[in-house]
Nanobody, 125 residues
Framework: QVQLVESGGASVQAGGSLRLSCTAS????????LGWFRQAPGQEREGVAS??????????ASSLEGRFTISQDKDYAKTTVYLTMTSLKPEDTGMYYC????????????????WGQGTQVTVSS
């Protein structure tokens, strides 16, 4: 069982920046690829960015226009994946979820095995 805990969500003005964090721990946490998804009110959840365990594979949603960066830090007990968001827009508003899966394809497809509780990002104009 992998535990995912997100943090860093906040309310910001358009044009601002935020960094979300997600800590992955528990059994076999290190063999799981990690990713960020978001869901706006009334909309389906969408993939934002994902990073493989090795760091060799990265996915970004094309709609981000290079404004977000995913990165990770590892130590002996956990992996922390970050989502650095810049030039935020009101359409970036939503609940941001961290997800983990040992399958890269399953992670990218939105069917990850493990999900965090989410952290709210609100961008006002």
């Amino acid at each position: 069982q992998v535990q995912l805990v997100e943090s860093g969500g906040a309310s910001v003005q358009a044009g601002g920046s935020l960094r979300l964090s997600c800590t992955a721990s528990g059994y076999n946490y290190a063999t799981n690829h990690l990713g960020w998804f978001r869901q706006a009110p009334g909309q389906e959840r969408e993939g934002v960015a994902s990073l493989s365990t090795s760091g060799d594979n990265v996915f970004y949603a094309s709609s981000l226009e290079g404004r977000f960066t995913i990165s990770q830090d590892k130590d002996y007990a956990k992996t922390t994946v970050y989502l650095t968001m810049t030039s935020l827009k009101p359409e970036d508003t939503g609940m941001y979820y961290c997800a983990a899966d040992q399958s890269w394809a399953r992670l990218l497809g939105g069917g990850a095995t493990y999900w965090g509780q989410g952290t709210q990002v609100t961008v006002s104009s």
